[in-house]
């Protein structure tokens, strides 16, 4: 079972998201920018 890891600032949450959004992008996987982390690779 996966574990999922925590930030250590909360607050760069959004920041994290759109980074991970980002490179994904680049990757050419479809990314859901509401949640993504729920990536289909």
Avoid: C, S, T, W
């Amino acid at each position: 079972m996966a574990r999922r890891k925590r930030l250590l600032v909360p607050e760069a949450r959004k920041a994290m998201n759109q980074f991970k959004n980002q490179v994904m992008a680049e990757q050419g996987y479809f990314i859901d920018e509401r949640n993504p982390d729920h990536v289909k690779y």
